[in-house]
């Protein structure tokens, strides 16, 4: 049996420049001292030599691990969009984003407390359903941002768009078109469904109008599906307001394979403006969150505490977007 080959160190990519092993560990820190011209040669002899950096040893003994911790649903579309913006706005500041995947068997606590342990020095929560305890504890942890929902602790950051607004956009552009009879899919009982159904309610009755409330239970295709079955089992209505994409994608298609036109027969709506909303055979509309201009933000407050010192709390709240497409048109 023939012996596995050694890995190269960076003792041996300072031997191949000859510089020392000090000087090679100050350019993949990427830290000041180095000339350019020694930094290329280093760079290179490590591509040569087929050197990775061992990152847990480098974080081990770094003071600062400049990583960013993000706690996302992966299986969520615009949660999905959000982390790669964040990952951009990261790279531009200096830092480093770590995701972590929030799964059925993974919770949001275990996965926040898995990326603590791989010394994130703040986090970064998309579309949270903690409660508001847990994430004010975690804020006295280490910085924290939270990304899509109100929360009044002092030791947490908030980016989000205006929910009731946006909802009230949908409603508005609806009535607009002639639609009287209009029902919302709401998707649970978490704080972010809440804000929706209070936001939808609230347009309804300015209105003058009675609108009603399916419970889909959560915010997936399924829910959708599962409302999409209750709606057409009564009077179907108009015009459907969908508390997220996912939800709209699952009605919108139950409806189709019933054989009700859309929007001939039903206008359907989502929220959020995600990949899916923009597929050509789905061309939703919907409502953007402006999920760069949130991912921007999240990474500023997070600089500004780390880098900056700021200890008082920042809060902003940005105008959402109504985008219409094919889904919707005047009641037949």
Do not use: W
Request: aromatic fraction near 2%; proline fraction near 3%.
């Amino acid at each position: 049996m023939t012996k596995a080959a050694r890995r190269p160190t960076m003792q041996d990519v300072a031997d191949r420049v000859g510089v020392s092993k000090a000087t090679v560990s100050l350019v993949f820190r990427k830290a000041p001292g180095v000339g350019e011209e020694t930094r290329r040669q280093v760079e290179q002899a490590a591509d040569e030599l087929g050197y990775r950096m061992n990152r847990t040893a480098a974080l081990m003994t770094a003071r600062r691990s400049h990583l960013i911790g993000v706690v996302v649903q992966i299986s969520n579309n615009f949660h999905a969009e959000i982390a790669e913006y964040l990952v951009a706005a990261a790279d531009l500041a200096g830092y480093e984003i770590v995701v972590g995947a929030v799964t059925p068997s993974h919770g949001e606590s275990r996965v926040a407390e898995t990326l603590l342990d791989f010394r994130c020095e703040a986090m970064l929560l998309v579309g949270s359903e903690l409660d508001s305890r847990t994430i004010a504890a975690l804020g006295e942890r280490v910085p924290t941002v939270v990304i899509g929902r109100r929360i009044s602790s002092p030791s947490v950051d908030v980016i989000r768009t205006n929910d009731a607004k946006g909802i009230a956009l949908v409603v508005d552009h609806l009535v607009g078109l002639g639609h009287r009879g209009i029902t919302h899919v709401a998707g649970g009982a978490g704080t972010i469904a809440a804000d929706r159904r209070t936001g939808f309610l609230r347009a309804i009755r300015r209105h003058g109008l009675d609108g009603t409330v399916v419970e889909g239970g959560d915010f997936t295709e399924e829910a959708g599906i599962r409302a999409a079955h209750e709606i057409r089992s009564g009077t179907l209505p108009t015009a459907v307001v969908c508390a997220n994409d996912r939800i709209a994608v699952g009605v919108l298609d139950t409806l189709r394979r019933a054989g009700v036109g859309v929007p001939a027969d039903v206008s359907v709506t989502g929220y959020d403006d995600s990949t899916l909303a923009r597929l050509a055979n789905v061309d939703l509309t919907t409502v953007s969150q402006q999920p760069r201009a949130q991912a921007d933000r999240a990474i500023a407050d997070v600089v500004s505490r780390l880098d900056g010192g700021r200890t008082e709390r920042m809060s902003s709240t940005l105008v959402p977007e109504l985008v219409v497409r094919t889904t919707t048109g005047p009641p037949s």
